[in-house]
């Protein structure tokens, strides 16, 4: 057997071997088992593993390199070449938007994004470091289903204490991200006889897309200035709910008192089960309180979903579901189907991360960045585009900016685009009722304060290019 590549050389046949090992490489190459830029073993290394002689691989080589299958580079071997053409890196919206260019564009203020630039390297590397020379050998076995005890108990301390979340240490799930937690939580649904989900609309298109995948028939209920409208949710006879209370996605739009009361009455009343994305809630710039989760009004009716994805980076794939506890066994099962669980020293690293007062401190500096930034383009949508005005409450790393009724919004996303900004329109979130305000989302999280000014001065002068067309 061949271990440094999976090849299988047939002494017994009549093809030379140099043949064999050329077409071999090629077929391996044309299939995309061998990817651009992937290194080969050196000719002296594959030769001993296949039992050859050296010139046999060295031959083969170069007769692959004149082919253009592969390219030799100085003091890094020999590698596969990169046969496809350039690529068109054009983005396309999901709704069927034309194609934006990310290369051309000067601004991407598409939103989901954080600002990983912060990401505190040192202080998570300190963390890391503890937990393995503290690690104990159960530590490094399979992990609890649930996740580890030490996060789980830190988080549960956490989140009671800055979000009014009330939870167990028992009754919590450490996740890859919100993304694993809503497949759990969508595959429970299917298994408790659960058809439909009702949405926010407009709301998140790939959440959407990702309930439709899993089994589940996404119900859109109507966004206004109060939030979900909870009337037209009870008409829609779902029985499950996706929200984003504090600051809906993508309005911005805070959910009233009012609503919250009647959303939790409607759950109640139904059987029902509130899932409450509480996606970038510990970013919140208003001097007025923020509010609480919902889900400490009716902790046996709500699902609460958390992750580290904005506050730190969303490659650490760390999340959370604080569960009711009747349903902590169904999600166990769901989860049994699909992993064993998440990486037990990341989740450690977070619980010292936490438990250090490390997140409180990082929290901190990322608010004051993300302020300072929203300050700046608030300002300069002020100065710039007098007509325009922000809705929604101010917080987290998008702004939804309405727009003035005389410009269509298609036009001033496409005007946009000219200009070197590419932004989606309110209409690409939208699933089937339009949104109450025509408006951009504008993701304004990754973009310096001079930066967000100049893509201010560019949307102006995109609305100029269409009002003298």
């Not at 506050?311 to 604080?322: D, E, K, N, Q």
């Given at each position: 057997m061949a271990w440094q590549l999976q090849l299988n050389l047939d002494r017994q046949s009549t093809t030379p071997l140099i043949e064999q090992l050329r077409s071999g490489i090629k077929s391996m190459i044309e299939a995309g088992a061998l990817r651009p830029g992937a290194p080969l073993p050196s000719s002296r290394l594959l030769a001993a593993d296949l039992r050859i002689a050296r010139s046999v691989v060295v031959e083969a080589y170069q007769q692959l390199t004149a082919e253009g299958y592969l390219i030799s580079v100085d003091r890094s071997g020999t590698r596969v070449a990169n046969l496809a053409p350039a690529q068109d890196r054009a983005v396309t919206g999901a709704s069927g938007e034309p194609a934006l260019s990310t290369v051309s564009a000067r601004w991407?203020?598409?939103?989901?994004?954080?600002?990983?630039?912060?990401?505190?390297?040192?202080?998570?590397?300190?963390?890391?470091r503890r937990v393995l020379q503290t690690a104990t050998p159960e530590h490094l076995e399979y992990p609890a289903l649930a996740g580890a005890a030490e996060l789980r108990s830190e988080l549960t301390s956490y989140l009671g204490r800055v979000r009014a979340v009330?939870?167990?240490a028992d009754t919590l799930m450490t996740t890859a991200g919100f993304a694993q937690g809503l497949a759990l939580l969508s595959n429970m649904l299917l298994d408790l006889g659960h058809a439909t989900?009702?949405?926010?609309?407009?709301?998140?298109?790939?959440?959407?897309?990702?309930?439709?995948?899993?089994?589940?028939?996404p119900v859109p209920v109507p966004v206004d200035d109060e939030g979900i409208d909870v009337q037209a949710l009870a008409a829609s006879e779902a029985r499950a709910v996706l929200v984003t209370?504090?600051?809906?996605?993508?309005?911005?739009?805070?959910?009233?008192?009012s609503r919250r009361a009647a959303l939790v009455t409607w759950a109640r009343k139904v059987d029902g089960i509130i899932v409450e994305d509480d996606y970038d809630a510990e970013f919140w710039f208003d001097d007025a309180e923020r509010p609480p989760a919902v889900q400490g009004l009716?902790?046996?009716?709500v699902v609460y979903g958390g992750s580290a994805s904005k506050t730190l980076a969303p490659g650490l794939r760390i999340g959370w579901l604080a569960a009711p506890a009747h349903l902590t066994p169904v999600l166990e099962r769901a989860r049994a189907r699909q992993d064993l669980g998440s990486s037990t020293i990341d989740q450690l690293g977070y619980a010292d991360f936490i438990a250090t007062g490390r997140l409180e401190r990082h929290l901190r500096q990322m608010r004051r960045r993300y302020r300072e930034r929203l300050e700046a383009f608030t300002a300069a949508v002020a100065n710039l585009l007098p007509d325009f005005r922000l809705i929604g409450s101010p917080a987290g790393l998008h702004t939804f900016l309405a727009i003035p009724p005389y410009l269509g919004e298609r036009a001033l996303v496409d005007a946009a685009a000219r200009r070197g900004v590419v932004v989606r329109g309110a209409d690409h979130f939208a699933f089937h009722h339009r949104p109450p305000t025509p408006g951009l989302v504008v993701g304004d999280a990754v973009h310096s304060r001079d930066s967000l000014v100049g893509a201010?001065?560019?949307?102006?002068?995109?609305?100029?290019?269409?009002?003298?067309?």
């Amino acid at each position: 057997m061949a271990w440094q590549l999976q090849l299988n050389l047939d002494r017994q046949s009549t093809t030379p071997l140099i043949e064999q090992l050329r077409s071999g490489i090629k077929s391996m190459i044309e299939a995309g088992a061998l990817r651009p830029g992937a290194p080969l073993p050196s000719s002296r290394l594959l030769a001993a593993d296949l039992r050859i002689a050296r010139s046999v691989v060295v031959e083969a080589y170069q007769q692959l390199t004149a082919e253009g299958y592969l390219i030799s580079v100085d003091r890094s071997g020999t590698r596969v070449a990169n046969l496809a053409p350039a690529q068109d890196r054009a983005v396309t919206g999901a709704s069927g938007e034309p194609a934006l260019s990310t290369v051309s564009a000067r601004w991407d203020l598409r939103t989901g994004l954080a600002d990983v630039s912060g990401f505190p390297r040192a202080e998570w590397l300190t963390c890391l470091r503890r937990v393995l020379q503290t690690a104990t050998p159960e530590h490094l076995e399979y992990p609890a289903l649930a996740g580890a005890a030490e996060l789980r108990s830190e988080l549960t301390s956490y989140l009671g204490r800055v979000r009014a979340v009330r939870t167990t240490a028992d009754t919590l799930m450490t996740t890859a991200g919100f993304a694993q937690g809503l497949a759990l939580l969508s595959n429970m649904l299917l298994d408790l006889g659960h058809a439909t989900v009702a949405v926010e609309d407009p709301g998140h298109p790939g959440q959407r897309r990702f309930l439709e995948d899993i089994g589940l028939r996404p119900v859109p209920v109507p966004v206004d200035d109060e939030g979900i409208d909870v009337q037209a949710l009870a008409a829609s006879e779902a029985r499950a709910v996706l929200v984003t209370p504090v600051h809906q996605f993508p309005t911005g739009v805070v959910l009233s008192e009012s609503r919250r009361a009647a959303l939790v009455t409607w759950a109640r009343k139904v059987d029902g089960i509130i899932v409450e994305d509480d996606y970038d809630a510990e970013f919140w710039f208003d001097d007025a309180e923020r509010p609480p989760a919902v889900q400490g009004l009716a902790p046996e009716r709500v699902v609460y979903g958390g992750s580290a994805s904005k506050t730190l980076a969303p490659g650490l794939r760390i999340g959370w579901l604080a569960a009711p506890a009747h349903l902590t066994p169904v999600l166990e099962r769901a989860r049994a189907r699909q992993d064993l669980g998440s990486s037990t020293i990341d989740q450690l690293g977070y619980a010292d991360f936490i438990a250090t007062g490390r997140l409180e401190r990082h929290l901190r500096q990322m608010r004051r960045r993300y302020r300072e930034r929203l300050e700046a383009f608030t300002a300069a949508v002020a100065n710039l585009l007098p007509d325009f005005r922000l809705i929604g409450s101010p917080a987290g790393l998008h702004t939804f900016l309405a727009i003035p009724p005389y410009l269509g919004e298609r036009a001033l996303v496409d005007a946009a685009a000219r200009r070197g900004v590419v932004v989606r329109g309110a209409d690409h979130f939208a699933f089937h009722h339009r949104p109450p305000t025509p408006g951009l989302v504008v993701g304004d999280a990754v973009h310096s304060r001079d930066s967000l000014v100049g893509a201010a001065s560019a949307l102006a002068a995109a609305v100029r290019m269409i009002r003298t067309d």
